[in-house]
């Protein structure tokens, strides 16, 4: 089993940058792939980004393909989340999750879950 902390979170204002990090412990990450998940108030948990165990297979929502960048160190047993040119519709909760079958995680049908980290983008 793992344990998965997210951080980075807080305010910011449209058009600025945030690095969330996932911060992995009880088990090392590279037994599973992991992904980014948010959720806005009164809204379902939406997929953001997904990443395989080796970082050979990346996927991106399409709301933020091309301002987000999702990594890992399987070293330091965590996984990132850059997030450039930020938009008042990125205001959400963001999750971190890990799944132990899937090659590439893009639905919530995962194992684990982070408890989540706020992100308001407002002016």
């Known amino acids: 089993q793992v344990q998965l902390v997210e951080s980075g979170g807080g305010v910011v204002q449209p058009g600025g940058s945030l690095t969330l990090s996932c911060a992995a412990s009880?088990?090392?990450?590279?037994?599973?792939?992991m992904s980014w998940f948010r959720q806005a108030p009164g809204k379902e948990r939406d997929f953001v980004a997904a990443?395989?165990?080796?970082?050979?297979?990346?996927a991106y929502a399409d709301s933020v393909k091309g301002r987000f960048t999702i990594s890992r160190d399987n070293a330091k047993n965590t996984v990132y989340l850059q997030m450039n040119s930020l938009k008042p519709e990125d205001t959400a909760v963001y999750y971190c999750a890990a799944d132990s079958v899937r090659m590439i995680a893009v639905t919530t049908q995962v194992d684990f879950w982070g408890q989540g980290t706020q992100v308001t983008v407002s002016s």
């Open positions: 990443i395989s165990r080796n970082g050979g297979n990346i």
């Open positions: 009880g088990r090392t990450i590279f037994s599973y792939a």
